[in-house]
């Protein structure tokens, strides 16, 4: 069973920049597709980004042009960067590894503990 672990949350104010990094000891670049989630209290977990074989990344449209997924392959580790950070970004960001179905991302069951993200007005 592969374990992720996330890294680079903190507490920033409105507009500033993060990057969160996930690695793991085993190899990452053998997976499909990787991605980032977040979750936010009382919220269901929401695909943030992913990215299939090391693309440009897809992303859903609330973090669309600020936020950028990429995978360092010497590092082993998958990062999000995220630009001009807003209220509602505020959440648990988790790292996941999976596949892509009709286009659509499917991750597998594998869940590390996540990096908390809060962003004050």
């Known amino acids: 069973q592969i374990q992720l672990m996330e890294s680079g949350g903190g507490e920033v104010q409105a507009g500033e920049s993060l990057r969160l990094a996930c690695t793991s000891a085993s190899s990452l670049s053998g997976f499909y597709a990787l991605a980032w989630y977040r979750q936010a209290p009382e919220n269901q977990r929401e695909l943030v980004a992913y990215?299939?074989?090391?693309?440009?990344?897809n992303y859903a449209d609330s973090v669309k042009g600020r936020f950028s997924i990429s995978y360092d392959k010497v590092a082993n580790t998958v990062y999000l960067i995220m630009n001009d950070l807003k209220p509602e970004d505020t959440a648990t960001y988790y790292c996941?590894?999976?596949?892509?179905?009709?286009?659509?991302?499917?991750?597998?069951?594998?869940w590390g503990q996540g990096t908390q993200v809060t962003v004050s007005s």
């Open positions: 990215s299939v074989s090391g693309d440009n990344g």
């Open positions: 996941s590894t999976g596949w892509v179905y009709q286009g659509d991302y499917r991750p597998y069951d594998y």
